[in-house]
Structures are given as structure tokens and as C-alpha cells.
């Protein structure tokens, strides 16, 4: 372990201790923003667009290749939560003892909001303030080091960029999107007003 990792973990980890209001807000992000991801993944599919839909396939997928390479780094290297290695640390949440490395929370995050920003570029860093605010949170609350979440963002971003350029590759999923559709229309009639876009 890095001196200077356990150095700006102290500073981001400290926070909390030099501003008691700060505390809430990261047990928030930290604990609670993933249910928010996944309302606004929802909201995506539901707006019933291939653009969007496509874009939720794609960022799924990114997930699975990010944890992937995840557990492999985990392998090749490891280390416990700060609360479980160093005194005095700032924690706000209870967490088992494991590997911290990478950041599962961190891949999560920036698959998604990167395979978002990709697609949906207006919008699209405003998810990637979420999952920096996330990172940054699972740092002050005491379960990550900067090198987890900075590692898992990295991967995330990897991935999600990988995935969305074999896309064009991967006719199989427009064929899979379009059988679900055609389940989906007998269950959930569209409205024939809505516009789609087929183009992804």
C-alpha cells in the first residue's frame, strides 16, 4: 500500500470529521444512488426507443465485461477496507471484510455512465458527475482507497467504450431486441404516435 494512496484516502476520509454535515450525503451516495441507477436504466427502457434500449443492452453488457476483468485484477492484487487496515478511520457504513480491489461500486457506476455519455452525450456527463460523486463517497465513507475506485472507474470506462465499439458487430442483439418488442407489443401495446429511432 501506497503512502500516498493512504494519504489522500486520509484527506477525502477526513472530510467527514472536519464537516459532521458532510457525513449523511456520502452514506446517501454511497449506499443508496445504485437503486437511483437502476430507476433511471428503467426509465431509459421505457421510453421504448431502439436508440435507448440499445444503449441499456450495451451498458449491461459493459458491466459483465468490467466485473470480469474486475475479479482478475482482484487476483493479481489485493487488499482489505481501510476501517479494516488503518486506526482511526472515518466509517459510516458497515461492510463485511474482503478484498476492497477494485471497486465493485466504481465498475458499476462508470460502465453504465460512460455506455450513457456515449450515447447520450447532453445528459450523458451528468451521470458521469454521479458516478465521480459515487467514487468519491465510497471513499469518505471508509470502504475504498482512491486506488479501488480510481481502478474501477478506469475499468468501467474500458469496458464501456470497448462494448460500444463492437456494437455495430453484434447483430444478434437488434435481432434479440426485436423479438422481445414483438412480446413486449402484445402485452404492452405502443402507442403509434411514438417515435423511434432504429438507428443506433
Not at 401495446?189 to 438507428?199: E, V, W, Y
Request: aromatic share 12%; with cysteine; hydrophobic share 50%.
Amino acid at each position: 500500500m501506497s503512502q500516498l494512496n493512504i494519504e489522500a484516502f486520509r484527506a477525502i476520509n477526513n472530510l467527514g470529521k472536519d464537516h459532521s454535515f458532510l457525513d449523511p450525503i456520502a452514506v446517501f451516495l454511497a449506499e443508496y444512488m445504485l437503486y437511483f441507477l437502476i430507476l433511471g436504466m428503467l426509465v431509459y427502457w421505457f421510453t421504448r426507443t431502439d436508440k435507448n434500449r440499445m444503449m441499456i443492452i450495451l451498458s449491461v453488457i459493459s458491466v459483465a465485461v468490467a466485473e470480469v476483468i474486475g475479479k482478475i485484477a482482484g487476483k493479481l492484487y489485493s487488499h482489505y477496507q481501510p476501517f479494516a487496515e488503518l486506526p482511526h478511520v472515518n466509517k459510516l457504513v458497515s461492510h463485511a471484510v474482503d478484498n476492497a480491489f477494485p471497486s465493485d461500486h466504481s465498475i458499476i457506476f462508470f460502465s453504465i455512465c460512460f455506455s450513457i455519455l456515449l450515447v447520450r452525450k447532453k445528459e450523458g456527463w451528468l451521470w458521469i458527475i454521479l458516478a465521480c460523486c459515487v467514487a468519491i463517497s465510497r471513499v469518505m465513507v471508509g470502504v475504498h482507497y482512491p486506488l479501488d475506485v480510481i481502478t474501477g472507474a478506469l475499468i468501467g470506462i474500458i469496458s464501456a467504450l470497448f462494448v460500444y465499439l463492437i456494437a455495430p458487430k453484434l447483430s444478434f442483439l437488434n435481432k434479440l431486441l426485436a423479438i422481445y418488442e414483438k412480446v413486449e407489443g402484445v402485452i404492452l401495446p405502443k402507442s403509434k404516435s411514438g417515435d423511434r429511432n432504429k438507428n443506433f
